[in-house]
């Protein structure tokens, strides 16, 4: 019964996700739009790190390899929410604009010891604006790109794990122009994708003594080339174009302390630049992502409440994927905190997020946007796989 709710409630997902748009950035008028942050709340709150992170109280998708992470007993399920409000500055013009929406669903689960599946319904990109030139013609865009994926992750022994995933990736992408004139003109530019994603990973653990260790964690995605058809001013038809997610390498590591203190680091490359938009490789470049948190428990066997909170901190830099029309790239620079909330039964979570990000052109100083971002999910985490004597 329970795992027949939770279908539907995927299925439902499904659906939501095609009308959601979680931004209203006038970034997302180039490339594929925003990219999606892959982490989970409780790991937004550490400024996004996972690749080195095995935790099994929340699901990790940023690394296949910790599903194997998973108690052999439990079955785990989380949605996440969130809020954003942001405001920017074009030369003068200023705007603020609000939005919020679902953010993903995910569930894990084991298969037999040492071996974790995974399964999720999250956002690749974001694509939502709208703005008025000086000669009042209007620009607007919508749409972006999900991905639904299954993971499998096995822990070969104390210390290593390896998982992969498989991911479809699909979503359209609509821009249109109205432009006022003694003869009006509006036209419509869309791209509709699909393809499937492959990512490999690894987690390596190392006993420190004395109850610390360390997590080295890396992943792997190769270059894909998706099914794509686009409309657009240049093209009448219906006509494929060639468009690419790119090759992207990640490495990070995590160090734990005596069940209440984690920290690490998380370094991803994406070489976009090989990667054809529209069948072109000179309006994408090359990104990199730099993340750093730390979560502290003060007790979490306590029977103190406030003792049993995950209390996290973090932050984050990136550079942009796209090139504008200045050929100028973005630099973006956040930071982050959150709570992790137990329940009665001290397995589930409620975990909160707060983020504050900037994001500036690297040579021009024309459009500058700040937001503040909150994000909530729930953790469900349950004994299914145990067997209680009594009935």
Excluded at 181 to 199: A, E, I, V
Excluded at 338 to 364: C, H, M
Aim: contains cysteine; proline residues 3%.
């Amino acid at each position: 019964m329970r795992i027949t709710l939770i279908s539907v409630f995927l299925l439902f997902s499904v659906a939501v996700f095609s009308q959601n748009n979680n931004t209203k950035s006038p970034y997302t008028r180039y490339g594929y739009g925003k990219l999606a942050d892959a982490s989970s709340i409780a790991q937004r709150g550490m400024g996004g790190i996972g690749y080195g992170l095995r935790n099994p109280q929340f699901i990790n998708a940023l690394n296949p390899a910790s599903y194997s992470a998973v108690d052999s007993m439990t079955f785990m399920f989380e949605a996440g929410v969130s809020g954003q409000i942001g405001w920017y500055n074009d030369n003068g013009i200023r705007g603020v604009k609000p939005n919020a929406g679902l953010e993903y669903v995910a569930l894990q689960l084991p298969l037999a010891k040492g071996l974790g599946v995974g399964i999720g319904l999250e956002p690749v990109s974001y694509v939502g604006y709208q703005f008025i030139d000086t000669i009042n013609n209007i620009y607007s865009g919508q749409g972006g790109l999900q991905k639904l994926s299954a993971s499998l992750a096995y822990r070969l022994d104390n210390r290593f794990s390896v998982g992969a995933n498989v991911g479809y990736v699909y979503g359209d992408i609509i821009h249109t122009g109205f432009f006022s004139s003694d003869n009006p003109l509006r036209w419509p530019d869309s791209l509709r994708l699909k393809g499937f994603t492959y990512t490999l990973g690894m987690q390596y653990r190392h006993d420190l003594g004395k109850s610390r260790e360390i997590v080295v964690g890396a992943v792997y995605s190769p270059k894909i080339t998706m099914n794509s058809s686009a409309i657009s001013d240049e093209i009448s038809n219906n006509a494929n174009v060639a468009c690419q997610m790119p090759e992207t390498f990640g490495l990070g590591f995590t160090y734990h302390q005596n069940h209440q203190l984690t920290a690490g680091a998380d370094a991803q490359y994406q070489r976009w630049a090989d990667a054809q938009y529209y069948g072109k490789t000179d309006s994408l470049s090359n990104r990199l992502k730099i993340n750093a948190g730390v979560e502290y428990i003060p007790n979490a066997f306590s029977n103190n409440f406030l003792g049993r909170i995950r209390y996290r901190a973090g932050a984050y830099f990136t550079d942009s994927y796209i090139i504008d029309k200045n050929g100028s790239k973005f630099n973006e620079y956040g930071v982050t905190a959150g709570f992790g909330i137990p329940l009665v039964d001290r397995r589930s979570f409620i975990n909160l997020s707060f983020e504050y990000s900037r994001i500036a052109p690297q040579k021009t100083i024309s459009l500058q946007e700040n937001y503040f971002k909150f994000t909530l999910s729930y953790t469900f985490n349950e004994l299914w796989f145990f067997k209680r004597k009594l009935q």
